[in-house]
């Protein structure tokens, strides 16, 4: 066994494990945060798919013990304070999924492409990217959708005008 400590979802945690634990099974076992799901344990369909330090990982791929000192962030801490992410919201919105199994995985695969790409990221880059990821479900044309759509609307908030539109702070 080994102690193991990683900031998750902005908490602390710390747990003996085997050395042989996966990230995945830590993250489902020890912590019960089941949204990561595990949909092949083979590397193959991205249902498993977590942010380690910022970027998108597979945690089916890497041992618990490899993400010791990490920031991990699971679908469970993607939205913030009760809001939906935007890459939630718009799945949502545009129908991403149907019986949800990929989601999770598609979601913080999708965060990682739009942190990296930012309003450059179009079509034919969310399909290339999307490789790792399975869909059983969709069809995937309305993930595509949901992802662009999260791209642009993230791309806009974070724009000099939108943020010059906001309603000044008021002074004290
Ligand atoms: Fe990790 Fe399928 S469970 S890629
Ligand atoms: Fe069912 Fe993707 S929505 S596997």
Redesign the pocket.
């Known amino acids: 066994m080994t102690k193991i400590s990683m900031n998750v979802n902005g908490h602390s945690v710390s747990r003996d494990v085997e050395d042989r634990t996966l990230l ?1 099974t830590y993250i489902r076992d020890h912590l019960n945060l089941t949204g990561t ?13 977590v942010h380690v330090d910022g970027k998108a990982v ?4 890497m041992l618990a013990a490899q993400a010791d000192g990490a920031d991990i962030t699971t679908i469970e801490g993607l939205a913030a304070d009760g809001v939906l992410h935007p890459v939630q919201a718009a799945f949502k919105e545009h129908h991403g999924l149907q019986c949800g199994f990929c989601t999770p ?1 598609m979601i913080m695969a999708a965060a990682d492409m739009i942190r990296r790409h930012g309003a450059k990221l179009d079509e034919p880059t969310i399909r290339a990217e999307l490789e ?1 990821n ?1 869909c059983r479900c969709t069809g995937y044309h309305n993930i595509v959708k949901a992802i662009k759509a999260a791209a642009d609307e993230m791309a806009s908030a974070a724009s000099p005008a939108s943020r010059a539109a906001e309603p000044a702070q008021a002074v004290v």
């Open positions: 995945v799901h595990i949909g092949c344990d083979t590397s193959q369909c991205g249902a498993c798919v597979k945690s089916c791929t995985g790792g399975i």
